[in-house]
């Protein structure tokens, strides 16, 4: 039993916990067929509902989990796993009617019906059902209430309300300006740009999956990996100092993490060329700037003129580019998350004198 | 005798006044229980049968509503008992907890805050599985992303109001991003550059602690009583009032943009 518990612990270490989740994420979809198949998805549902009984018997797992505010976030994972599961079911039955030249269920059988008493009724039970289930909530879980605000004394770790938590996690790989105010905008205002980015005129009012294979797969990136599963990280398995604790290890406030990070100045200056770094920060950072304004700039149009050619052609200017400066900002995380993993990668560009790093 | 009564009152002129057509058991009176109720009216009369289906909806959005109706009933019932002000506040949740016997307003307040959270994400989620964001229905999505941005920041204020420990580390670290905002968070990149020494005039700093983004959302340098009684203005007026006029807009769209999506495609063996 140890053993494994050291096992899990070794896992869930971010190095290794997101890249298996992410290969687990991209295989899980290139079979959904599969794994959709009621009997499958019974039994991962079970295996990980034993996980979690499991776990809870251990005194570190069920003192974090227990936590009356984290209690929404296993609601939550166990509800994103289901709706998930829910909607590629239902996709991969319509893929395979649709390879058979039949119409999505959605189409078969549609008649219209009254919503008096049809509609109505089912929005009823639905408010009476959560409404009782919100009441017993409430009865069986108080709601946390610790000691007085201090603005003296800092709980270690301070963490954010536990939606904000993958971003908090993300400021592991970035600085505050990027973490906290630019990647935030740009969620909100890449989210706000999907229904003209997604030129596919397929897949409304059904679920598809094989109609809409890059928009659902970039979606379900960033929604199941980038938001839920980072919230999971940064509230499970991050202690005091923000250090990385295994789900069954005691948040030991004094764990000592070597401050090992260098920036791409010092790998190209000091590893690299064997001279010390300029004292001109622009020359100092001139490698890491070329690098992020080829990324930025650089990359979209070069793209275009290759390996994206018709994609480019078919979005036009505008949309390409607005869909490129997205993509390119979301998939920043995983690139320096990589970095950081292979090189101990801390700042691509690190002008520390103008608070600008990357 | 029963029938007596029941004609007698759903002839009289009282009930006459409020419902204007009989037991809805007819087409007729089907459609005009919707039509003419005020509520009612936000739905077509009638609706495709898949979209009832609890595998197509999830029935998310309309839970999200129905949570959001939750929060304002019990959050008003906590106004009156609860004062924004630094020497009141924690005791006033205190007493919520010890004095009121069964008193569940602030459990239910809180875990249905936090259930709201995660039945918008799923809303979402089904919205963008089903296309439904497809064209002509655009708009409603990123009216739909708005009010997303709005749940999480009503959740956000609120999460201070309690005046503990808890609420206010976890306001000091969620706002601590604010002073790095470019140009106007004085810890922000170009901040510096915000200075009439710049252009080779005095040397003045324009963004500091005490004027930066981060001072005009916490009305302070650090959060403090001005922050509690900004964030309970906010979390009880401005976010609600802002978040009820986009959600009559988003509905209002739902059926501007055609109802409940619905699949539209040819699926002849041609076009496959």
């Keep these: ?358 | 005798m029963w029938q007596k009564i029941k004609t007698h009152i759903s002839e009289s002129q009282v009930w006459k006044s409020v419902i204007r057509h009989g037991y809805p058991d007819t087409r007729r009176n089907r459609t005009l229980v919707v039509l003419s109720n005020f509520f009612l009216h936000l739905h077509p009369t009638k609706v495709p049968s898949h979209s009832l289906k609890l595998s197509y909806t999830w029935c998310m959005g309309g839970l999200t509503f129905f949570l959001f109706l939750v929060e304002t009933l019990t959050g008003v019932l906590l106004m009156f008992y609860y004062r924004p002000v630094g020497e009141y506040a924690y005791n006033d949740i205190l007493a919520l907890r010890e004095h009121v016997p069964l008193g569940i307003m602030r459990e239910i307040h809180r875990w249905g805050a936090h259930a709201m959270v995660i039945t918008v994400w799923l809303h979402m989620l089904r919205v963008f599985l089903t296309g439904s964001y497809k064209p002509p229905r655009e708009f409603n999505w990123g009216i739909g992303v708005v009010l997303l941005t709005l749940t999480l920041l009503l959740s956000f204020t609120g999460y201070l109001l309690p005046w503990d420990q808890l609420a206010i580390w976890a306001i000091t670290v969620g706002s601590n991003m604010a002073r790095a905002t470019p140009f106007v968070g004085h810890e922000g990149p170009g901040a510096k550059l915000l200075n009439p020494g710049m252009l080779g005039l005095e040397d003045v700093p324009l963004i500091h602690a005490t004027d930066d983004a981060r001072f005009v959302l916490l009305g302070g340098p650090f959060v403090g009583e001005a922050t509690l009684l900004r964030f309970y203005v906010l979390h009880c007026v401005f976010i609600p009032l802002a978040a009820a006029t986009l959600m009559a807009v988003h509905f209002w769209r739902v059926r501007k943009d055609g109802g409940i999506s619905t699949p539209t495609d040819d699926f002849s063996q041609k076009a496959l």
């Design chain 1, 1 to 358: 039993m140890e053993s494994v518990r050291h096992l899990i612990d070794w896992l869930a270490s971010p190095i290794r916990f997101l890249p298996l989740v992410c290969v687990i994420f991209f295989l899980a979809l290139r079979g959904y067929r599969t794994i959709t198949r009621p009997r499958v998805a019974l039994a991962i549902l079970l295996g990980a509902i034993i996980f979690y009984v499991l776990s809870l018997l251990d005194h570190n797992f069920r003192h974090i989990v227990a936590k009356p505010d984290n209690v929404p976030i296993t609601i939550m994972l166990f509800l994103s796993g289901f709706c998930t599961y829910l909607a590629l079911r239902q996709a991969a039955i319509n893929d395979e009617r649709m390879e058979r030249g039949l119409a999505p269920l959605e189409k078969e059988g549609s008649e219209t019906i009254f919503v008096w008493p049809d509609l109505v009724y089912i929005e009823f039970l639905a408010a009476v059902l959560v409404g009782i289930l919100l009441t017993i909530w409430s009865i069986e879980l108080k709601a946390p209430l610790e000691q007085p605000a201090s603005p003296f004394r800092a709980p270690n770790p301070s963490k954010a309300p536990w939606y904000f938590l993958g971003l908090q996690e993300m400021l592991v790989y970035f600085d505050p300006w990027l973490a906290g105010v630019v990647f935030p905008t740009l969620i909100i205002t890449g989210l706000m740009s999907i229904p003209y980015m997604d030129m596919n005129p397929r897949g409304t009012g059904y679920y598809s999956f094989k109609q809409r294979r890059m928009a659902i797969t970039l979606y379900l990136f960033g929604f199941l990996f980038l938001w839920v599963t980072l919230i999971t990280l940064g509230t499970f398995f991050r202690g005091p100092n923000w250090n990385f604790f295994g789900p069954y290890e005691y948040w030991d406030v004094h764990k000592v993490q070597p401050l090992v990070n260098i920036n791409l100045s010092e790998i190209i200056y000091i590893k690299i060329l064997g001279t010390g770094l300029p004292s001109n920060w622009f020359l100092r950072e001139i490698w890491g700037l070329l690098f992020i304004a080829f990324y930025v700039f650089g990359l979209p149009p070069l793209l275009a003129k290759t390996a994206l050619k018709n994609f480019a052609a078919k979005m036009g200017f505008i949309r390409y580019n607005v869909f490129m400066l997205h993509f390119l900002m979301m998939m920043l995380l995983p690139i320096k998350m990589i970095c950081r993993w292979l090189f101990n990668l801390k700042y691509f560009v690190a002008v520390t004198e103008f608070f600008f790093n990357i």
